[in-house]
């Protein structure tokens, strides 16, 4: 697992998020790199169940379970500013068996897919996040396998990055700056997914090309 | 050698065989020697010949039992062992399509060769340590007073001194550490890990350094029995050009006298931030060509001093030729590991033989590690 770096891509004017993705993904070919496959993160969201919350009426937190295409075997439940466990896939038949502390929110899956490319040692996943039905934005992630130090190689990917987003290239994360020589996880790309994730939940609909 | 040959050798009977052979050539030659004098002198003919006879026959009994004292000798000596006479490389002499992959003379010759080559290149710098070219007559002095003695020059050294070795360097820099093993016999294999960024395999010869691999910090290094893996490439590109250009670098140390010395310095070349920029960079100009960079930019190895000290980083792109005074180019093209490769480069080392075989003073070279 190397440094990895998510981000949002606007979807450009006038088009379709699935034309913009299109055009991303042909400036990569572009750009020398090969296509391997799909992925796809998914998200589901658990808060806790009233019955467990104390006397003081403290808010429930919200629990998050994400799978992730690349760790096949494995699934990721995190809080929004705690901890992140990492365990293997039996954890969904688990939260069923929890329902009495952790609840699903209503229509809270929310997901990305879209295709890999592998660009010398970079991997680039170009993705459509989709809740329900309906498209809602464009995810880009990019992975830098041989360094596993943030703090390292931030400036390779912020160019890498800059040279096919251009102008869109985001700023660094903010797990970045937690640690600064702590190797890089897993756990960090999907606290990365979750922060985007949350962003485009809040954001409005995308709308349709043409019609305001 | 003795180990092998008392299990069946007895050694007393040969060292007496040994001696009858050197009776019986005496006794052989006084044969001859009686021929060559001829008859002696004396009162009638028949006395003559009769005493040549009588002395002929003598010296040719002597002969007789000398040979027949050997023979009975040299069945009692006994033959070698021969199982394994040189343990799991003996096996392959019993190939019996020899002519079609003669692996075992091509071993054996392979292995005099270096030995003589060795031997041959601690000559050649004795000679020329005498003739020192060196404008400042007041380093010889110092130096001849900071080395203690004379550091051993054959190829076969106690493990033990290997092990100290390695252990003075692996103080030498904080965040580099050195993990010695010896899974194959007597040669070293060194894991060496820089910070967080990459692992290095070092494959050693006694103090020699025969091949090395860098690997990244999250890269499995250990196959699935759980020995070091020395054989499979790095899965990043970045760390494949960096093995290349570790490999020049070892080929480019070449002291046949001062090993250890070899090894400081090419570890000294491996310092943290120096590898992080020479990485950084080198992706760098990766996405700028866009994969174009193949055998075209063979790695050549600029040398220690080209390095900026302010910002401790390569003061130089990967064409530029190497100014360390070297007599011999190392555009080494097409890197695969394999033995072969380092013995064809030794080659060169020794046929042009410049005065930079002197020892270049590693030690001033050391980079400042805080600064990146």
């Given at each position: 697992?190397?440094?990895?770096?998510?981000?949002?891509?606007?979807?450009?004017?006038?088009?379709?998020?699935?034309?913009?993705?299109?055009?991303?993904?042909?400036?990569?070919?572009?750009?020398?790199?090969?296509?391997?496959?799909?992925?796809?993160?998914?998200?589901?969201?658990?808060?806790?169940?009233?019955?467990?919350?104390?006397?003081?009426?403290?808010?429930?937190?919200?629990?998050?379970?994400?799978?992730?295409?690349?760790?096949?075997?494995?699934?990721?439940?995190?809080?929004?500013?705690?901890?992140?466990?990492?365990?293997?896939?039996?954890?969904?038949?688990?939260?069923?068996?929890?329902?009495?502390?952790?609840?699903?929110?209503?229509?809270?899956?929310?997901?990305?897919?879209?295709?890999?490319?592998?660009?010398?040692?970079?991997?680039?996943?170009?993705?459509?996040?989709?809740?329900?039905?309906?498209?809602?934005?464009?995810?880009?992630?990019?992975?830098?396998?041989?360094?596993?130090?943030?703090?390292?190689?931030?400036?390779?990917?912020?160019?890498?990055?800059?040279?096919?987003?251009?102008?869109?290239?985001?700023?660094?994360?903010?797990?970045?700056?937690?640690?600064?020589?702590?190797?890089?996880?897993?756990?960090?790309?999907?606290?990365?997914y979750m922060e985007l994730f949350n962003k485009i939940r809040k954001q409005q609909?995308?709308?349709?090309?043409?019609?305001? | 050698?003795?180990?092998?040959?008392?299990?069946?050798?007895?050694?007393?009977?040969?060292?007496?065989?040994?001696?009858?052979?050197?009776?019986?050539?005496?006794?052989?030659?006084?044969?001859?020697?009686?021929?060559?004098?001829?008859?002696?002198?004396?009162?009638?003919?028949?006395?003559?010949?009769?005493?040549?006879?009588?002395?002929?026959?003598?010296?040719?009994?002597?002969?007789?039992?000398?040979?027949?004292?050997?023979?009975?000798?040299?069945?009692?000596?006994?033959?070698?062992?021969?199982?394994?006479?040189?343990?799991?490389?003996?096996?392959?002499?019993?190939?019996?399509?020899?002519?079609?992959?003669?692996?075992?003379?091509?071993?054996?010759?392979?292995?005099?060769?270096?030995?003589?080559?060795?031997?041959?290149?601690?000559?050649?710098?004795?000679?020329?340590?005498?003739?020192?070219?060196?404008?400042?007559?007041?380093?010889?002095?110092?130096?001849?007073?900071?080395?203690?003695?004379?550091?051993?020059?054959?190829?076969?050294?106690?493990?033990?001194?290997?092990?100290?070795?390695?252990?003075?360097?692996?103080?030498?820099?904080?965040?580099?550490?050195?993990?010695?093993?010896?899974?194959?016999?007597?040669?070293?294999?060194?894991?060496?890990?820089?910070?967080?960024?990459?692992?290095?395999?070092?494959?050693?010869?006694?103090?020699?350094?025969?091949?090395?691999?860098?690997?990244?910090?999250?890269?499995?290094?250990?196959?699935?029995?759980?020995k070091l893996d020395i054989w499979s490439k790095s899965n990043y590109q970045v760390?494949?050009?960096?093995?290349?250009?570790?490999?020049?670098?070892?080929?480019?140390?070449?002291?046949?006298?001062?090993?250890?010395?070899?090894?400081?310095?090419?570890?000294?070349?491996?310092?943290?931030?120096?590898?992080?920029?020479?990485?950084?960079?080198?992706?760098?100009?990766?996405?700028?060509?866009?994969?174009?960079?193949?055998?075209?930019?063979?790695?050549?190895?600029?040398?220690?001093?080209?390095?900026?000290?302010?910002?401790?980083r390569l003061g130089g792109s990967v064409g530029e030729a190497s100014d360390f005074?070297?007599?011999?180019?190392?555009?080494?093209?097409?890197?695969?590991?394999?033995?072969?490769?380092?013995?064809?480069?030794?080659?060169?080392?020794?046929?042009?033989?410049?005065?930079?075989?002197?020892?270049?003073?590693?030690?001033?070279?050391?980079?400042?590690?805080?600064?990146?």
């Amino acid at each position: 697992m190397g440094v990895t770096c998510v981000s949002q891509m606007p979807v450009a004017e006038g088009k379709s998020v699935q034309q913009t993705v299109e055009l991303l993904t042909r400036k990569l070919e572009m750009l020398g790199a090969e296509k391997q496959g799909t992925f796809c993160v998914d998200c589901e969201t658990y808060h806790t169940a009233a019955s467990t919350l104390g006397s003081q009426g403290q808010a429930g937190k919200l629990m998050y379970v994400m799978h992730n295409s690349e760790y096949p075997l494995s699934c990721f439940a995190l809080f929004e500013n705690g901890p992140c466990l990492i365990a293997d896939t039996n954890f969904d038949v688990l939260m069923v068996k929890l329902k009495g502390f952790f609840q699903s929110a209503k229509a809270s899956k929310i997901e990305t897919r879209g295709t890999r490319y592998q660009y010398c040692d970079f991997l680039v996943k170009v993705g459509t996040v989709t809740m329900g039905p309906s498209a809602r934005g464009i995810s880009v992630e990019v992975e830098y396998g041989p360094c596993v130090v943030a703090s390292d190689c931030w400036n390779l990917l912020l160019e890498f990055l800059q040279s096919f987003l251009g102008s869109h290239t985001p700023g660094a994360p903010a797990v970045f700056g937690n640690r600064h020589d702590a190797v890089y996880g897993p756990a960090d790309t999907m606290a990365q997914y979750m922060e985007l994730f949350n962003k485009i939940r809040k954001q409005q609909q995308v709308p349709v090309a043409g019609i305001r | 050698m003795a180990d092998v040959l008392s299990v069946g050798v007895n050694l007393e009977a040969f060292a007496q065989a040994i001696s009858a052979i050197q009776a019986l050539r005496s006794s052989v030659s006084r044969v001859f020697d009686c021929l060559k004098d001829g008859m002696r002198n004396k009162e009638t003919l028949e006395g003559r010949e009769k005493a040549f006879i009588a002395h002929f026959q003598d010296n040719l009994h002597s002969v007789n039992r000398d040979l027949n004292e050997l023979e009975r000798l040299s069945n009692l000596v006994g033959k070698p062992s021969e199982n394994h006479p040189l343990h799991n490389s003996g096996l392959l002499s019993l190939d019996p399509v020899q002519d079609k992959t003669p692996l075992y003379s091509q071993l054996l010759q392979a292995y005099k060769w270096s030995n003589k080559l060795q031997y041959h290149a601690g000559l050649a710098s004795g000679l020329l340590n005498q003739q020192s070219l060196k404008r400042s007559a007041n380093q010889m002095g110092v130096s001849a007073k900071r080395r203690p003695k004379a550091q051993p020059t054959t190829l076969v050294l106690p493990p033990q001194y290997v092990d100290d070795v390695i252990s003075r360097i692996d103080r030498m820099f904080p965040e580099m550490s050195i993990h010695l093993s010896r899974p194959n016999g007597t040669s070293a294999m060194l894991l060496v890990t820089l910070g967080k960024v990459l692992k290095v395999i070092v494959v050693m010869r006694s103090l020699f350094i025969d091949r090395t691999i860098v690997k990244g910090y999250n890269e499995n290094v250990y196959t699935e029995d759980g020995k070091l893996d020395i054989w499979s490439k790095s899965n990043y590109q970045v760390f494949q050009k960096v093995t290349d250009h570790a490999t020049t670098a070892l080929l480019h140390y070449q002291l046949p006298q001062m090993p250890d010395v070899v090894v400081r310095s090419f570890m000294v070349g491996r310092s943290l931030s120096f590898v992080l920029e020479e990485t950084n960079l080198r992706v760098h100009e990766h996405i700028q060509q866009r994969l174009s960079c193949s055998s075209a930019e063979a790695p050549k190895y600029s040398g220690l001093k080209n390095v900026d000290p302010s910002r401790g980083r390569l003061g130089g792109s990967v064409g530029e030729a190497s100014d360390f005074g070297s007599g011999h180019d190392l555009a080494v093209r097409g890197f695969e590991p394999h033995v072969g490769l380092c013995a064809d480069s030794l080659a060169p080392a020794s046929d042009s033989v410049s005065p930079s075989l002197s020892a270049p003073p590693p030690l001033t070279l050391c980079l400042p590690l805080s600064q990146k």
